[in-house]
C-alpha cells in the first residue's frame, strides 16, 4: 500500500479532510493494449482522469491495495487490511471512501461493518460499471457523488452518514443491506429490506430517519479478526442426503449460512431434518436465510420452516447471505462459542437485520 499523498493546496482548512483508498476494480481499470482485457491501473490515473476532483475543495489524500485486485479475489484478509487502514487512519481523516470492485463489494461492505466497531464517522464504497478512462461511463459520477456524501454534515456539523454505505448510482445503501443485482446496470445494488439512506437526483436526498448513530459514549473500536471457518449451503429441489451431509458433516466448519425457499423453508422429509438435527448436536451452528432476494425467515409459517426450527436451525430474519455469512465470520472470529454466535447471530449489531 502507498503511503497518502499530501492534500490539494487549494482546498481551505476548514474542508474535509478525507481518505480516498483505491483497492481496485473496473472503476480503476484500463484495456491492456496486448490482450484488450481489463486489467488495474494507478490510483495516480484515475485521479488525473477525474481532473473535477480538485473543484470539490476538500482535501483528500489517497493509498491504495498494491497491486489493486479485481473483487473476485477479495478475501478476509483483505478485509483486515482495509478495515486496519481505516482504523489507523479514524483520527485523521474526517471521512473514508473506497473505490472497490462491484462484485464483492457487498460482502466487503458488511465485513467491514462488523469491523469498525461503533463508527461515527462515514465509509463510503463506490466503483462502476465502466472504467473512469472510457469515455462513457458511470465511475465519474459514482466517486464525485461518494466523496460529496462523505463530506457531508448535519446542523450541528456532525458527519451526516456515520456508518459503511454503498454509493452507487443514483442511491445510498446501507453496507451490509446491500446486494448486487445486475452485471450490467448502472443501478448495480439494491437493499431489498431496507429503504435507501439517500437518494442521488438533482439533489442529494437524505433520509435521516435510516440513518444509523453509533451510542455517544461507545468509542470506535477494530474488531478484525474474522473466523472463515464457515460456509453457505444452497436448498434446491432434488437436493441428496449425501450432498447435504457432506457439507454438514465437514470438521472443519463452524457453521453453515442455509439457504432456504420462501419465508425460511426446507424439505420436511426425515433424513433432512434429521442431518441438520445431527449437525447441530455436533456443535455447528446453522442459520437460516432466504434465497429470496427480499423478505425474510419466519420459521413457524409452514410446518417445513418450523421443522428446521426444532432442528435447531437459528433463523437469520431478513438479513442478506452476504450479512450473515460475514457476520458468523466476525463472531467467531472474536472467540465466541457457537451458543454465543447464534444468540448474537439474531441481533441487530449495525443495523443489518429486523426482527418481525
Ligand atoms: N470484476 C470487477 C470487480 O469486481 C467488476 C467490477 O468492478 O465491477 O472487481
Redesign the pocket.
Known sequence: MTAPTSAPDSASSAAPNILLIYT????GMIEDAHTGALVPFDLSHLMENVPKIGRLGYHISHEQFNPP????NMNPAHWKALATMIADAYDTYDAFVVL??????AYTASALSFMLKNLAKPVIIT???LPIGEIREDGTENLITALQIAAARDASGAPRVQEVAISFGRHLWRGNRSTKVSSTNFG?FRSFNFPSLADMDLHITYHDKFLLHPEPSAAFKLEAAMDDAVGVIWLYPGITENVLRAQLENEQAKGFVLRTFGAGNAPTESWFTRALADAVKAGKLIVNVTQCPAGGVEEKRYATGDALAQAGVVSGYDMTCEAALTKMMHLFGQGLAAADVAQQMQVALAGELTRP
Request: without cysteine; aromatic residues 0%.
Open positions: 481496485g476494480g473496473t472503476i485486485i479485481d473483487s473476485s472497490h470492485g462491484t462484485d464483492t463489494m466503483g462502476s460499471q448495480a
